[in-house]
């Protein structure tokens, strides 16, 4: 079938409504025919772009749905839809207090069912100190990345960090500052650490992602401080503790500047996508294009991926990594808020980009009608289908759904599956119900997560969940 034919299914899809012998329904066991739906504040939620909001959501083995809803609340869902009131208090938890100053970035679940988040955690305040006799460099306030982890029931876990909790910079060297009039004889600075991702491998060992600020520079053009970041991949042990036989003390540092969530692989390895640094004493000379590393169980790169364990890719730091089971790697691309127009890239296990996959690697299903479609997130069903979510606009009509969920399948070399449909799902008249992030429920079904917005919810804001039956 070529290309534009594809394209016009897909554009009639749109103007038509559901289809009515499409194979992709809503999952009647789930929710109220398919949908569930909870009021909660979603700030940070609904725009986030891809890569940022997709790790606030995870499912256990069991089904069990998880949601980081804002920056503190951690929401629980049986696998039916409705409310986990038996995690935490009333299906929820309160990851830390209002006082304590952490930026939440993911969650994930262990095999054993406990939740894991993870955030970057800032002083609580300046700390009070005698006048400086040199002006400090930029970037003096310490940083460091906190983890909580959770019992199947919600409650803080004592054997992770002593009382279900830690607070690690991971052995990684502070800042050095040079010597400069303005800072004094130099030496180490303060220590910066941020967490990008959180993810468990297949072992059930814990894997973070993030960036360390390494040393401080001066411009040679204006003499002006410029901070040097460098990414990171590190594992922790079972008790929170850095693990000794991952990368250097249980970390490996990439070099580059940011990085992506942490993809685990099907052997014990992981991936990470990390950017190009942003040239501070240069301005305007950055290039849009990252990096794809793929580190062994050990840590350390594998040397038959791309070149000695790392490829460039065209895009930036927001890409999706999706191991397909095949050894291959499906790329997800998005460089804003909202991706308007869908693409597609696999690369095959030595890095290479996968001929036989769309067109020369990369696949464009079908041209997004401006203004209407936004694509936000997509997994791998246990058949090898493609699903991918996103959000749909319907025409302005009085009293209508303003947004509705998106979902639609492709076929293992990237071609849009019209028999599965392109689905449409709405939450009530004049209701905005944007999808987020897609995960696969253990019945292989797809299960689509988002921002609500409703003037039926205290509130008006809620998370929205739907499930359907997997694809053929």
Known sequence: MSKR??????????????????????????????????????????????????????ESTDGRIFVLANERTLLAFEPDGSVAAGFGTGGSVEVFDTDERVVSVGITVDPQGRVLVAGTALPQKEPEQEPPTADPPIG??????????????GQ???????????????????????????????????TRTRVSGIAVDAAGRIILSGTHLAR?????????????????????????????????????????????????????????????????????????VGYLFHLDAAGAPVASFGQG????????????????????????PSNGSWRRKLILRRLNADGSWDRHFGRGGVTEPFEAPRGTLSFADAAIGRGGQIYVTGSWVRK???????????????????????????????FGKGTTAASRSLLIAPGGGPLLIGALQSPLLPGGQGIALARYLPGR
């Not at 003096?140 to 019992?151: G, K």
């Not at 960090?161 to 009039?181: F, K, S, Y």
Request: proline share 11%.
């Open 216 to 288: 401080y520079e001066v411009c040679k053009a204006d003499g002006m401080p410029n901070s040097r970041w460098e990414s990171f991949v590190a594992r922790l042990r079972d008790d929170g503790n850095p693990d000794p036989s991952f990368g250097h003390a249980g970390a490996a540092v990439l070099g580059a500047d940011p990085i992506g969530p942490p993809t685990p692989d099907e052997s014990g390895g992981v991936y990470a996508s990390v950017g190009t640094p942003f040239p501070l004493c240069a301005l305007g000379q950055r290039e849009a």
């Open 396 to 426: 302005a009509r009085p009293g209508t759904a303003k947004r509705r969920f998106l979902l639609f399948q492709l076929g293992r070399q990237g071609n849009l599956d019209p028999r599965y449909g392109i689905l449409r799902t709405g």
């Open 5 to 58: 034919v594809i394209w016009g299914l897909a554009l009639l899809a749109l103007a038509l409504p559901a289809a009515a012998h499409a194979h992709g329904k809503l999952d009647p066991s789930f929710g109220e025919g398919g949908r569930a739906v909870r009021a909660v504040g979603v700030d940070g939620f609904f725009y986030s772009p891809i890569g940022r909001t997709t790790g606030r959501t995870a």
């Open 309 to 332: 364990g790392w490829r460039n890719i065209p895009e930036d730091v927001n890409v999706k990594l999706l191991p397909d089971g095949r050894g291959g790697l499906i790329l997800m």
């Open 140 to 153: 003096e306030t310490p940083q460091a990345i906190f983890v909580a982890r959770y019992t199947p029931a």
């Open 156 to 190: 803080p876990d004592p054997s992770f960090g002593g009382d279900g909790r830690i607070v690690t910079n991971l052995g990684l060297a502070p800042a050095q500052v040079p010597a400069d009039p303005r800072w004094g004889p130099g030496g180490a600075g303060p």
